[in-house]
């Protein structure tokens, strides 16, 4: 009985052990972080009413309707203090983000004017045009950010921008990468025949790191199951959690299947996935453990799919399912299939600006490469054939890798 995707990532969902321990960090260090608090507003965004545009300050009503001129009676740049009220039937020279002088209620940009002696011409103006109003966009003491937000440049600067220099997050998942078999050799050695280079740990290490986690790599273990067992142990004693790919099969040589039910608990799902069907999950001395399939890129494909959100949430991350993009085919899939497919694809945009998705031609669980042509995966449902123009979904690599 094969397991729907979206079923076994609610079962791993569920088996997240906790979140890692809080500490503070640094805004410069924060980048890519999980928040670990509750942040609130210190103050109003806007602080004052201030200028959007570079022109002049005035009070609507001073204006005729079909505008006019009027006197000038200063100048407010940014940084200024605006303590004097504006004169009755004035207007100020004011610079982007300088604060309104009291009295004062709308700007008009300085393209729109004219400067006549000590008087400035201006065209019909609308009372509050370009004024950022004070707390138009967070008011003091709302709601900034909350815990399990992954912090982007974009919350750095939020936070910034109130001053906050230091914030509470989890600390970094430390996440065991472990490779098996007297075949692999690592890129740089010389193969000798049948041996092959590990790849999987390099991809999966790399994923990790860009989901800003914490990584510990060891040492390739040989088929044996003393040495399984003790290489298991290590990175349990050492890890959080423990991510592998490979050597769960029946082989007489995979002695990892056997290595995790000595140390803890194993369980073997079938899933309802292509490419990748074989997923383990178990524990390793209480620590969570999760088997990858072996070939390359089916490995790649079930740990953007399948092992991100669980790693994540076990980092404390609240949001760690992408939203897939609806978009039409620019292919057409005959054959259906009893298991979700996740195709290697690009958004293609012709010249007519028709928008569509469009397949590798090489769709292998081995192949790599057609994974780098790709900027994204399409993903057909189980038992579902698709015309050209019919409408697909579409998870980005964007969305799958940070």
């Known amino acids: 009985m094969l397991r729907p995707v979206d079923e076994a990532i609610a079962a791993l969902l569920e088996r997240v052990p906790g979140v890692p321990e809080i500490e503070t960090v640094s ?39 079909e505008g006019g001129c009027l006197p000038l009676a200063g100048r407010i740049a940014a940084g ?13 020279r004011i610079f982007t983000g300088a ?23 201006l065209p019909p103006v609308q009372a509050g045009q370009h004024v950022r109003r004070r707390a138009e966009e967070v008011d003091a003491g709302a709601p900034l950010l909350a815990p399990g937000q992954r912090l982007r440049a974009q919350e750095i600067g939020l936070l910034a921008s109130f001053g906050i220099a230091r914030v509470q997050v989890y600390r970094r998942l430390r996440v065991a990468v472990l490779s098996s078999g007297n075949e692999l050799r690592e890129p740089g050695e010389s193969l000798a025949p049948g041996q092959i ?7 999966l290490a790399s994923l990790l790191r860009g989901w800003g986690l914490q990584v510990l790599e060891y040492p390739n273990i040989p088929d044996d199951p003393a040495q399984t067992r003790a290489a298991l142990s ?10 592998s790919s490979g050597g769960v099969s029946v082989g007489e040589e995979d002695h990892l299947k056997q290595a995790i039910e000595a140390l803890g608990q194993l369980h073997l799902w079938r899933l309802a996935i292509q490419p990748g069907k074989p ?7 209480g620590k969570p453990w999760l088997g990858l399939p072996g070939n390359p890129a089916a490995a790649l494909i079930t740990a953007l799919v399948v092992g991100r959100p669980f790693l994540l949430r076990c980092q404390g991350v609240e949001r760690v399912l992408p939203t897939p993009l609806r978009l039409p085919a620019g292919f057409a899939w005959s054959k259906a299939n009893v298991r979700r497919q996740y195709l290697r694809a690009r958004f293609v945009v012709a010249e007519e600006g028709q928008a569509s998705v469009q397949l590798h031609p090489r769709q292998g669980s081995a192949m790599l490469s057609s994974a780098c042509w790709a900027d994204g995966l399409a993903v057909l449902e189980c038992q579902r054939t698709l015309q050209p123009g019919d409408w697909v979904d579409y998870l980005p690599f964007s969305e799958l890798l940070g």
């Not at 300085?110 to 400035?120: K, R």
């Open 27 to 65: 805004l410069q260090d924060a980048l890519g972080r999980t928040l670990a608090e509750t942040l609130q507003a210190p103050f109003a965004v806007p602080a004052w009413d201030n200028s959007a545009m570079d022109g002049y300050a005035l009070r609507a009503a001073d204006l005729p309707a």
């Open 80 to 92: 200024d203090a605006a303590d004097t009220c504006l004169p009755a039937g004035c207007v100020v």
């Open 99 to 121: 604060p309104l002088p009291p009295g004062a209620d709308s700007v008009v940009a300085q393209e729109d004017c004219q400067l006549q002696g000590e008087q400035v011409c």
């Open 197 to 203: 280079y590990n790849t999987n740990r390099i991809t």
């Open 234 to 243: 290590r990175a349990a004693s050492e890890a959080d959690v423990l991510l």
């Open 279 to 285: 997923l383990a999950f178990g524990e390793v001395a």
